[in-house]
């Protein structure tokens, strides 16, 4: 007997908890029937034109996606806007869509977890406290050797998926580096955190002027981090594959596929 979206809805709230998520939010189900049958999951970053047409095609009944759809009010859903359009093509599919966001940051195995277990970060914690010990949103560790800031962007650019903005660095290229912090999607607002203060570097995306400025400003004048900025989808691309085995773990004989399709918002960059 297949399951249920209503069964693979309880599975996928089990791994990411809707009580993790921030208060500004929006995960979960988005579109689809609880008693619909599910045999087939695909995974992407976002809930793009390119995604869905990939998760039709491959015949799937279900679209998990990290970023919710909805995540800013809408007041309409009509197909001449691009959420409506997609939303429409799911339904027409019968491929529902769900969403794992900030629920799926924060646990353990979740996407900052994972960047830290593929750079071999040891005693790694979260950067913010969580009353569930051992989640919460960023991850903060040591390397196993200490390293430059020059070879672990070189490590880090070979660690994600090709980008057009690469891995973007402030700091002196032979800066020792011992202790890492970092947050896979936008993580401004972590900044001025106390495990990212004392970290050697911080890892994060979606980066501003000003805050960068300001934190390269404050580490020259009484110490700091130095920061690598990389791309969004990217940091967040590498949860895909944990995520889809734990699937595959939780729901025997599920068939559950990985988009690789770059959803990155920039194609490509013209430098001196």
């Not at 990939?54 to 001449?80: C, F, K, M, N, Y």
């Amino acid at each position: 007997m297949p399951f249920s979206l209503a069964d693979v809805t309880r599975v996928a709230h089990t791994l990411w908890p809707l009580d993790g998520a921030e208060d500004w939010d929006t995960p979960g189900l988005i579109s689809g029937g609880p008693s619909q049958p599910v045999h087939r999951i695909h995974l992407a970053v976002d809930a793009v034109a390119h995604t869905v047409d990939e998760a039709i095609a491959a015949g799937a009944d279900l679209l998990v996606t990290h970023h919710p759809l909805l995540l800013r009010g809408v007041t309409s859903v009509a197909e001449d806007r691009y959420k409506g359009a997609l939303l429409s093509r799911l339904i027409r599919a019968q491929c529902a869509l769900l969403a794992a966001h900030t629920n799926a940051d924060v646990v353990a195995d979740g996407v900052s977890d994972v960047i830290a277990t593929r750079l071999g970060l040891v005693d790694r914690t979260p950067i913010t406290d969580s009353v569930v010990p051992g989640t919460g949103i960023g991850r903060v560790g040591r390397l196993p050797r200490p390293t430059t800031l020059g070879h672990l962007a070189h490590t880090l650019l070979a660690l994600l998926p090709a980008t057009a903005s690469g891995v973007r660095v402030a700091g002196d290229y032979a800066a020792p580096v011992t202790t890492v912090a970092l947050c896979g999607g936008a993580g401004d607002s972590l900044l001025r955190q106390p495990k990212v203060l004392a970290a050697d570097v911080y890892i994060t995306s979606d980066l501003r002027h000003h805050p960068a400025s300001e934190a390269r400003e404050q580490a020259l004048c009484a110490g700091g981090p130095a920061l690598m900025d990389v791309s969004h989808w990217a940091s967040e691309w590498l949860w895909l594959e944990p995520a889809a085995a734990q699937l595959r773990e939780a729901l025997p004989g599920m068939t559950v596929t990985v988009s690789d399709l770059n959803t990155d918002p920039w194609d490509f960059a013209v430098v001196h």
